[in-house]
C-alpha cells in the first residue's frame, strides 16, 4: 500500500478548509462581542418579563391589604356612603359556584382522562383537539353559551348558570391532568388487575384511579386555580347580587365578579374593596397554582 | 397543562383488549370524550341561532358599518372589529422579541438552577385573573402612561402620526401593554418549550464547527424551532383576541374609530361585555353575530396553532407545556 501524502496546497478540499478556517479566525473576535451583547439582550428580556409580576403582586398587596378587616370578611357589599362593606356574599358565591363546577367537571374530566389515556386512535386525538381549541376559545364567548343554554332556558340568572360556565373551563383542564396521571400508572398493576380476571372498569376503579389519585388532585387545584379567577363567563349567566344568596337558583354574587363591578365606579371606598377583593383572589389562585406545581413536580421526582 | 407520557408498550395493550369486554364503561368512557366535540359544535350552533335574526335583518354588512349607534339602529361593528385587531397587534409585536428573548434564556442561557423557578414565575402571569390585569391597569398603569409613557412616547416617535390627541392614560396603547403582558406567557411557555425540544446533534454539530453561542441560537435552534414559535405565536394572537374584562376596563370604551393610538376605542368582546347589559331586540342580536364571529376566529387560531405546536411535539421528544 501507498501512503497518501497530505498536501493542502494540492488538495481542493484541504485548501478549503484552510481558508475557511483563516475566515472564522479572523472573525471570532468579532463574532464573540456579538454574541455576548445578544446574550445579554435575551437575559434583559427575562427580567422585562419579571417585573410585570413582581409589580402587579406588590402594587395589589399594598392597595389590598389595607382593606382586609373583619367587615371585609363579614359584610355583604354596600352602596357608596355606607361604611363597614364587605364581601361575605361574594366570599360564599364564588365557593358555591366553583364547588358546583369542580363537581360536575371532576367526573367527566376523569372519564374523558380514562378514554384519552386508553386509547391511541383517531378517536382520542380528535377528542384531545377538540379540548385544546375548548381551552383556548374566548371565555367570554363561554359566558355568551351560558347565557343562551341556562339563562334563556330556565328564564333567570342564576349560580347554577355560572356554575355551568365556569365547569365548561375547567374541564379540560382537569381531563388533561387526568390523563397524564393516568398514563403515569405503571402497566404491570393493570396487568396485574386484568390477569387476575378483573373487568377494565374493575381496574379502572380499584387499581388505575387510586394510583393516579395525586395526580388526578393536582388535575382539580389547576382545574379551580383556572376557573375561579375567570370573570368573563360570570358576567353573562350570575348577572351578580349585593345581598348574601347562597341559593344557586337565584342571582348570585362572586368574587371576580365583585371586583369588576367596583373597579368601574367611581367611589373611593367601593374600589378599595375591589382591591381587597382582588388580593384576596389574587392569593388564593396564585397559592393554588403553585401548589397544584409542586404536587406535579413531587411526583414526577418519585415516579423516576 | 399537559405533558406527554410514555405509551405503554404493545403487549400491555393486547393484554388490555384481551380483557371481558365492558361495554357500558366504554360506552361511557366515549361518552366523555365526546363531550367536547359535542360542546364545541353546540357553542356554535347556539351562538348561531340567537345570531341569525341580526343577520336576517341587517344583512351581513353591518360587519364591516363604522357607525355603531344603538339608538338609531345602526349597529356598524366595523370600529371594534378595528380595535381588536390593533390591541392585538400591539400586544403580539411586543410579546414576540420580548418572549422569544426570555424563552431563549430560561431555555439555554440563564443558570441552570433558576431556569425551572424563574419559568414557573414567567407562568404565574398567566395564573392573575384577567379582571385584576383590569384593576392594575386602570388605577396602576394609567396614571404612570399618562404622565411619562406617553408623553415620552409622543416625543419620540409623533412623527409617525399615530400618537396623536392628548395623553389620557387609557386608551389602545394602555390596553395593547396590559394584553402583552397577558399574552407573555403562552408565548414564553410553548417558545421555551419548543427551543428546547430542538435536536442535541445538530447544536453540538454547530458548536463543532466553531459557532459562538449566539450563532448556534440563531442558526441552529431558533429555525429548528421555527413551527413551534409560529404555534406559540398563534396561540398568543388567539389569546389576545379574545380577552375581554382587561381589556373593558383600561381601554376608555369608545364606539368611534380610533384616530390616535393613544384615544379610547372597544374591542368586540369589550363591546360585548360592556352593552350587553342594556342590550335588547336586535341589538342583542348583533352582539350574539359579534360573539360568533369571535368564536369562529377562535376556534379557527387555536385550531391553526394547535396543528403547529402538535407537529413539533411529534418531532422533537420534549413535552411541549400550554399553559
Known sequence: MSTISFDSSLDPILSRRAAIQKIAASSIARRKVYSKVAISVCLLCLVVALIPLVAIITYVAAKGIPAWNADFFTQVTKPEGIPNGGVWNAIVGSLIIDGIAVAASVPFGILGGLFLAESDGPAAAAVRFSADILTGVPSITIGIFGYIVWVKTVGSYSGFAGAFAIAIIMLPVIMRAAETAIRGVPVTLREAGLSLGARRSTVARRVVLPAALPGLLTGVLLAVARGAGETAPLLFTIFGNQFFQANPTKAMEALPQAIYTYSSQPYNDLIQIAWGAALLLMVVILVLNVGSRLMAARLRRERR | ?323
Do not use: C
Not at chain 2, 424563574?118 to 394609567?142: D, F, H, I, K, N
Open chain 2, 1 to 323: 397543562m399537559s405533558i406527554s407520557g410514555s405509551p405503554s408498550p404493545g403487549t400491555a395493550r393486547r393484554t388490555w383488549r384481551l380483557a371481558v369486554p365492558d361495554r357500558t364503561y366504554r360506552i361511557l368512557l366515549g361518552v366523555a370524550g365526546g363531550i367536547f366535540a359535542a360542546l364545541l359544535i353546540a357553542f356554535v350552533v347556539a351562538m348561531a341561532t340567537q345570531a341569525v335574526p341580526a343577520f336576517s335583518k341587517l344583512g351581513v354588512s353591518f360587519l364591516w358599518g363604522s357607525n355603531w349607534d344603538p339608538a338609531h339602529n345602526h349597529f356598524g361593528v366595523l370600529p371594534f372589529a378595528v380595535g381588536t385587531i390593533e390591541t392585538t397587534v400591539i400586544a403580539v409585536a411586543l410579546a414576540v422579541p420580548i418572549g422569544l428573548g426570555t424563552a431563549l434564556a430560561l431555555a439555554y442561557l440563564a443558570p441552570r438552577r433558576l431556569r425551572a423557578p424563574l419559568s414557573t414565575a414567567v407562568e404565574l402571569l398567566a395564573a392573575v385573573p384577567s379582571v385584576v390585569y383590569g384593576l392594575w391597569g386602570l388605577v396602576a398603569v394609567a396614571p404612570l402612561f399618562r404622565t411619562t409613557v406617553e408623553p415620552q412616547l409622543t416625543s419620540v416617535l409623533g412623527w409617525t402620526g399615530l400618537l396623536g390627541g392628548p395623553n389620557q392614560g387609557v386608551g389602545l396603547l394602555l390596553a395593547g401593554v396590559i394584553l402583552f403582558i397577558m399574552v407573555l406567557p403562552t408565548m414564553v411557555a410553548i417558545s421555551r418549550d419548543v427551543l428546547a425540544a430542538v435536536p442535541h446533534d445538530q447544536v453540538e454539530g454547530a458548536m463543532a464547527l466553531g459557532a459562538t453561542r449566539w450563532q448556534v441560537l440563531r442558526k441552529v435552534i431558533v429555525p429548528g424551532a421555527r413551527v413551534g414559535l409560529l404555534g406559540a405565536f398563534t396561540l398568543a394572537t388567539g389569546r389576545a383576541l379574545g380577552e375581554t374584562v382587561a381589556v373593558a376596563l383600561v381601554i376608555g370604551n369608545s364606539a368611534h374609530l380610533a384616530p390616535s393610538l393613544k384615544a379610547n376605542a372597544g374591542t368586540i368582546p369589550s363591546l360585548i361585555v360592556s352593552s350587553f347589559g342594556e342590550a335588547s331586540g336586535t341589538q342583542l342580536n348583533v352582539l350574539f353575530a359579534a360573539a360568533l364571529v369571535l368564536l369562529v376566529v377562535g376556534i379557527g387560531v387555536n385550531a391553526l396553532a394547535r396543528v403547529f405546536v402538535r407537529s413539533v411535539k411529534r418531532s422533537g421528544a420534549a413535552s411541549v407545556t400550554v399553559a
